[in-house]
């Protein structure tokens, strides 16, 4: 693709010629549009955009296939934990860059903002520089479990990143018993929730009280437990489903899950349309594949 929109074979792309290439291809439907994704794929940085930007950045093959890649939507934490990794390394630098954002931004107990990362900061960092919508930053957030405010700690960040398939069970689980009984907590009423209780019989509980699989028990055990011994209470769990049930009326998360992820796949099967790269006319809108 780089090639063929390279007619000069001069190895980058100006302004000018990525327009007439993106608009003789059909890819874009405006001259503005094919401007906007110029724009995206360098970071604005050029006269068009910036006041200060005194020279023409151009596009090489490295910032396209960059692009494509950020261009695919993330819809699970597996996928964040990807690109979190590909972008800036390590979940642990991405965590460093976002608490010391909301450090500066906090306006609440600054003992609290220097280890912890607030959902405004991680939606803009994953914006500005992952090219993660806020609709998809606001449904992976409501996944962390916050600290007493509305800030997500170092240790929880990284637990969760660590353990994406529990976590992502234990969501399915706050939607199934949501949908059935209204509030997470109705599931629990009547049983007794202190006893401490192992694995085995932590799972056996779980299936009885909540009528899932012991594999889907088991993976709740996993991302639950704390301790070495690898003891819960069943009140754990309760705390667990109601955190994230206030998470997602707190950021307005719907409880069906987001598609995008499916949708991409799907559009790169054999008699597929093949993926294009979409951007509206607004700088704040991200190109997606589509």
Known sequence: AFKYLDKQETGTLGLA????????????????????LFGSLIGWEHPKWSATGNRERRINFENLSRGLRLATPIASLEQLRDRLVDELGSSEEAFAVISAKTSLSWDGDQTDAHDSISFDEFARLLELDLWVTRKEAANLFVLFEPLSGSLVSRSCFLRTLEKPDAVSRLRDLCVQIVKKHGIASRAFEGHLLTDMLDRRNFVNRVVELLDISSEGARLLHTSLVLTSDGHLQLVDLLRALTTMEQQHYRYLVPWQRLQVGAQVASSSTAGATPPSLQVSGRREK?????
């Not at 991200?286 to 589509?290: D, V």
């Open 286 to 290: 991200l190109p997606r594949l589509s």
């Open 17 to 36: 010629q990525w327009v007439r290439g993106m608009r003789a291809t059909g890819l874009c439907d405006s001259e503005e549009e094919a401007a906007m």
